[in-house]
Nanobody, 127 residues
């Protein structure tokens, strides 16, 4: 069973930066597709960013494009980071990392695509 764990959340002020990390516990023959999602109080979980299994394609929600950057530390995407700059109060949420061994780009923005999820890490941005 693959375990996914996030780290790096915290309390910051508007305009600050945070770097989240996601680690998958199992080394696989295939690379992971990894996504970040977030859920704010009273709202549905929403897509934030994703990196394709080949590492060549990255995706962002419109609300974070230009401020957030997803990257991988290895070719199998077992350690994936989300650099968040110029944070805004509306970025406050629990951030979840998710992974799958599906290699297709189809549905990469959809939560149902992912098979393994972390417990989430809280990001709070004070204005």
């Amino acid at each position: 069973q693959v375990q996914v764990a996030e780290s790096g959340g915290g309390l910051v002020q508007a305009g600050d930066s945070l770097r989240l990390a996601c680690a998958a516990s199992e080394h696989s023959y295939l690379p992971y597709t990894v996504g970040w999602f977030r859920q704010a109080p009273g709202k549905d979980r929403e897509f934030v960013s994703a990196i394709a299994s080949n590492g060549r394609y990255v995706y962002y929600a419109d609300s974070v494009r230009g401020r957030f950057t997803i990257s991988s530390a290895d070719t199998k995407n077992t350690v994936v980071s989300l650099q968040m700059n110029n944070l805004k109060s509306e970025d406050t949420a629990i951030y979840y990392c998710a992974a799958t061994l599906k290699q297709s780009l189809a549905g990469i923005r959809e939560a149902l695509t992912y098979d393994w999820w972390g417990q989430g890490t809280q990001v709070t941005v004070s204005s």
